[in-house]
């Protein structure tokens, strides 16, 4: 198999996004690819995080995750991005994150490259399609080449039937062991379309 350099970019607020990238990260990691998992810059301000004591505890508790960097993207043959909805799109520090990369993407350095997508919303109807479309949207301005999972698996149906990429209802527990497995099979799927890119 050809050698598959993945760069796992996430951003979480409670922690939901952040087990989504790390059972993404061990899938892929298994399924022969080199991992890269970084997390977006915090953009809020300190003390509103502060303020609410899960916001601040995650924080504190992935304060050793490196942040990602342009670099990261330009070092990968394959990403996926995980963040949560905000009002039906993504979380704005991954936003903030995606358009800090421009002049990577003008000079042609995030094209033709595998690129998948996860989220979370509170409730099943709070924008989760959405907001994986909006990532979708980036990623095809930049040249990159779309691998949602579809229904390539029976776990997609018994996860919640979302063709279009790993969607999680947060709730601060732990990930269900249906969503791992969806997630799973996302992030082999993408390391083996990445790999054929690659080939």
């Known amino acids: ?21 790390e059972t993404a990260a061990e899938a892929a990691t298994e399924a022969g ?17 502060a303020g609410q004591d899960a916001w601040r505890a995650h924080a504190e508790r992935t304060a050793h995750v490196q942040e990602a960097s342009p670099e990261d993207l330009e070092w990968a043959n394959a990403y996926l991005f995980s963040a949560p909805t905000r009002f039906g799109v993504m ?12 002049p990577l993407w003008a000079k042609g350095g995030l094209a033709g490259k595998a690129a998948s997508a996860m989220t979370s919303a509170q409730n099943p109807h709070g924008g989760q399609e959405t907001t994986l479309q909006s990532m979708y949207a980036t990623f095809m301005h930049w040249g990159a080449v779309l691998v949602p999972p579809g229904y390539t698996d029976p776990v997609i149906y018994a996860s919640g039937g979302n063709p279009y990429g790993t969607t999680v209802t947060a709730s601060g527990t732990p990930l269900g062991d249906e969503a791992k ?12 379309i990445a790999a054929k890119l690659a080939a």
């Open 33 to 49: 690819a080199e991992v890269r998992l970084r997390r977006c810059r915090e953009t809020a301000p300190d003390a509103v995080v």
């Open 181 to 192: 497995a969806s997630i799973r099979h996302q992030a082999r799927r993408l390391v083996e």
């Open 91 to 102: 979380a704005s520090q991954m936003r903030a994150f995606i358009d800090g990369l421009g």
């Open 1 to 21: 198999m050809a050698d598959v350099r993945l760069a796992i970019i996430y951003y979480s607020t409670y922690g939901t996004n952040h087990q989504m990238a």
